[in-house]
């Protein structure tokens, strides 16, 4: 089965984006003026407090500081489709290691996950419909445990972080809001 690269146009959404008081953009740098009114410098350094790097789904019902009991200034979020430890997340983890003092690296993955329902055959549709086929992988998985297991490989065999001990995974549910743990076996 193959899966089509883009979403057909919702006919009850002709105009994605557009809301009855602007563009969705507008509404987030209106939010964005009341937030700074009531703002005050909390201070910080760019080092994270609890020196943790948290790798996650940019999966829009995960709510990274919410569901950890993170507050501002805590962590290092890295977020991008699956949460896939990719040569660029790599990249993040080595600075936040190496320039900002982070020690601890949190993979997240969760219930539900977009990639579950693509497969590579995604890469070879956009190359039919744009002539040009992506440089990157889709990482799309079909067992979301083993894809948290492979992430947590590519971290702790990374040659370019200093801190490979302390890596850890889970599956979040975004029905229960619960982390399951997986073993790095
Ligand atoms: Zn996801």
């Known amino acids: 089965m193959s ?26 740098v209106e939010a964005n003026q009341q937030y700074a009114a009531g ?7 760019a080092r994270p407090v609890l020196k943790v790097a948290v790798v996650a789904c940019m999966d829009a019902r995960l709510d990274l500081h919410d569901a950890l009991g993170l507050e501002l200034g805590d962590c290092h979020t890295i977020r991008n489709a699956g ?20 020690r601890s690296v949190v993979l997240i993955h969760h219930t539900g996950c ?18 040009q086929r992506p440089a ?34 889970f599956v979040f549910d975004v029905k229960t809001g619960l982390l399951r743990e997986i073993d790095a076996a």
């Not at 083993?146 to 040659?159: A, E, F, G, L, Y």
């Open 39 to 45: 703002f005050t410098d909390p201070g910080m350094d």
């Open 136 to 169: 990157w992988a889709v990482e799309a998985f079909r067992d979301v445990d083993q894809d948290v297991r492979q992430s947590m490989q590519r971290v702790r065999t990374s040659p370019f972080l200093l801190h490979r001990e302390d890596v850890r995974g």
């Open 114 to 131: 977009g990639l579950l329902t693509l497969t590579e055959d995604f890469r070879h549709e956009l190359e039919d419909e744009v002539g």
């Open 83 to 102: 949460g896939v430890v990719t040569d660029d997340v790599i990249r993040s983890l080595t600075i936040s290691q190496r320039a900002l003092g982070t």
């Open 3 to 28: 899966t089509p690269a883009s979403l057909p146009t919702d006919p009850a959404d002709p105009m994605p984006g557009i809301t009855d008081s602007g563009t969705v953009t507008d509404r987030l």
